[in-house]
């Protein structure tokens, strides 16, 4: 290895060898961040870049195409549930080719998109074929794309046109749909394709679409009058009223007292209704007026006369006739009064309220009086055909009795529960409470006995002989010479002189705990002492 290398990396080793453990620490985490973000550098750039083969695939094209492509070998990922296959981007086209060469078609073309290919020479029935068939394309597209829907299907029977158009039949539609998931549809999302579907095709009703799942069932038949939106609007109809009906009978004979049912039939056939009315005022000048006369006067003898008896003429005396005619014609002002109305669908019919009444609730009440404000409630219509029956009768109280037991029970439970909780709370925060207090007398002893130690004056040890010879203390001759403070007396049966004993030792083991200089001190200051 060349001198200035190998000088180089010794400076460099050098240089590490004088980092801290801190510094140390910090190059290895560098050095380790370094080597991460260059592997994944690495594996990003080697990765191939991935690109949509197809989207939106049915379940079985998305195994025939994962199948031809696994044995191929070529790499492959699923996303969007598996409706999405992608390959890498160099070879979408070539495998999109052979795709279709397998006579695979996981993608047909539909909708509008039919119209584009139309050459100008294509006849009349094929424009109408090639029409339908777009129609159809771009409703089933959009059906499919709703919420729940994995795949659906719509057919249109479009009628030919004629010139008879009073004859013509309506166009009717059926949609074939499947859910995701096995799931099924509801009334909403049902009466959605139809409303759809409907509004989609000129001339075409909601009555003449029929939806089937893919179970076989009818969702909707062609020809229905009444809708599942229509049941759901008189329910929610029936549910309002009753609702009014029965907050007004809580407030009158209390909660619980009162039952109602209410009946209601709404019509939902939309009709339409022109009709003109003609009147004329008398005190209205006309709007025109013409007047002509026609005079006629005679001057000839003319053979005419009057026939008398036995067909003999009589002479009327005169030579000639006259004659006179007169018209008048007058075109009077006409009040024309055209009215065209439109019933709108979910109109009431005929509904039918029964109410039951608690029969000891409502002896004090009077049951005609209470039928009027149940009837003015609810808006009952008599030339209508509406109903109102209000009754009087006992009510079976036992499972009213049986759950306010329950209820009571269950509230005196919830309430023992509660004194339970509130006995072991107290508990706990008296044990607190009690074990705090130990705690600070505790803390204060100890702080009193550290400041009496404080407060102690340098023990004298006194005179304590220390031979060199020995070379060592006798700690019985020193503890006999120390001054200690007054403890409590011991017992009354032990010794006088091996409690005082007893007691200084003690005094001495303290303070050595306390406080080891200070003793060191004090025999060390002796230790001189005795050696001078």
Do not use: C
């Not at 620490?25 to 961040?33: E, H, K, Q, R, S």
């Not at 083991?509 to 060191?520: M, S």
């Amino acid at each position: 290895m060349p001198q200035q290398i190998t000088t180089a990396f010794s400076k460099l080793l050098a240089a590490i060898r004088e980092f801290s453990v801190a510094q140390r620490t910090i190059a290895v985490i560098g050095l380790a961040l370094l080597v991460v973000a260059a592997i994944a550098v690495t594996s990003w750039v080697s990765k191939p870049q991935m690109r949509a083969l197809y989207t939106n695939l049915a379940p079985a094209d998305a195994s025939a195409i994962v199948d031809q492509l696994t044995s191929n070998g070529v790499a492959y990922e699923l996303t969007n549930g598996g409706a999405t296959i992608m390959v890498p981007a160099d070879q979408v086209y070539d495998q999109r080719l052979k795709v279709a060469s397998s006579g695979l078609t996981p993608v047909s073309e539909s909708g509008y998109s039919l119209l584009d290919n139309m050459g100008l020479t294509a006849s009349t029935f094929q424009q109408n074929v090639t029409y339908k068939r777009a129609l159809e394309g771009e409703l089933s597209a959009t059906v499919s794309s709703m919420a729940g829907v994995e795949t659906a299907t719509v057919q249109l029977a479009l009628p030919e046109e004629s010139v008879f158009v009073s004859e013509s039949p309506d166009p009717t539609a059926s949609v074939f749909v499947k859910a995701k998931g096995g799931t099924a549809f509801s009334d909403d999302q049902v009466q959605a394709m139809i409303q759809f579907v409907a509004s989609s095709v000129p001339g075409m009703k909601s009555t003449d679409v029929s939806v089937v799942d893919a179970s076989g069932a009818v969702l909707s038949a062609q020809g229905a009058e009444k809708s599942a939106a229509s049941s759901k609007e008189t329910a929610e109809y029936e549910t309002r009223v009753s609702k009014n009906i029965q907050g007004m009978l809580d407030r009158i004979v209390g909660n619980g007292m009162a039952v109602v049912s209410v009946t209601a039939e709404l019509d939902y056939d939309a009709t339409e209704r022109t009709s003109e009315k003609f009147t004329s005022n008398k005190d209205a000048q006309p709007l025109t007026e013409r007047e002509s006369t026609e005079e006629y006067v005679g001057t000839g003898n003319n053979a005419t006369g009057v026939l008398g008896p036995d067909n003999i003429a009589v002479p009327n005396g005169e030579n000639g006739g006259n004659y006179t005619n007169s018209t008048t014609e007058r075109n009077n002002a006409v009040d024309k009064v055209t009215e065209h109305t439109v019933t709108a669908p979910g109109t009431v019919k005929k509904q039918s309220i029964s109410v039951a009444v608690d029969d000891a609730a409502a002896a004090a009440i009077n049951m005609q009086d209470l039928q009027a404000m149940v009837a003015s409630a609810a808006g009952i219509d008599e030339e209508r055909g509406d109903v109102v029956t209000v009754t009087r009768m006992a009510f079976d109280k036992s499972a009213a009795d049986a759950a306010q037991q329950a209820l009571q029970a269950a509230e005196e439970q919830e309430a023992a529960a509660a004194q339970r909780l509130l006995i072991r709370d107290a508990a706990i925060a008296a044990a607190l409470l009690i074990a705090a207090i130990i705690v600070v007398v505790a803390l204060r002893r100890r702080k009193r006995k550290a400041q009496q130690f404080e407060d102690l004056e340098p023990l004298d040890l006194g005179e304590v002989m220390l031979t060199r010879e020995e070379n060592r203390i006798n700690p019985a001759a020193l503890l006999d010479e120390i001054d200690m403070p007054v403890l409590p007396e011991l017992p009354s049966d032990a010794d006088q002189a091996a409690q005082v004993t007893e007691r200084k030792r003690q005094d001495v083991g303290v303070l050595a705990d306390e406080n080891p200089a200070q003793i060191a001190n004090h025999l060390r200051e002796l230790m001189e002492v005795k050696g001078s």
